[in-house]
């Protein structure tokens, strides 16, 4: 079993920037990083191929928002920038072994999650 943990979160100001991480006992064909809100279904943010590397982000965070993979520390990063309140959520790690979409349903293993607070 996959297990996966955040950490980075916080509260910053809006234009604000943050990197969270994700720590993967074993990183699987297809990483990714989720978010929800309160009162809000959970949505794909951005996820990336361990191998290749390619990429998909949600319309929101594109041009934001940058996902990267570190294979040699079995880490993967989201790199959170010009932050705006409708960002605030708490963001899960999660993996899957087949697949790269942004469907939460797609995916296997999931982190605990972090808060991420955006404030104006």
């Known amino acids: 079993q996959v297990q996966l943990v955040e950490s980075g979160g916080g509260s910053v100001q809006a234009g604000g920037s943050l990197r969270l991480s994700c720590a993967a006992s074993?990183?699987?064909?297809?990483m990714g990083w989720f978010r929800q809100a309160p009162g809000e279904e959970r949505e794909g943010v951005a996820s990336i191929t361990t191998a290749g590397g390619s990429t998909w982000y949600d319309v929101s965070v594109a041009g934001r928002f940058t996902i990267s993979r570190d294979n040699a520390k079995n880490t993967v990063f989201l790199q959170m920038n010009s932050l705006k309140p409708e960002d605030t959520a708490i963001y899960y790690c999660?993996?899957?072994?087949?697949?790269?979409?942004?469907?939460?349903?797609?995916?296997?293993?999931w982190g605990q999650g972090t808060q991420v607070t955006v404030s104006s």
């Open positions: 074993e990183m699987t064909y297809c």
């Open positions: 999660a993996a899957t072994y087949k697949g790269c979409t942004l469907r939460a349903s797609g995916y296997n293993y």
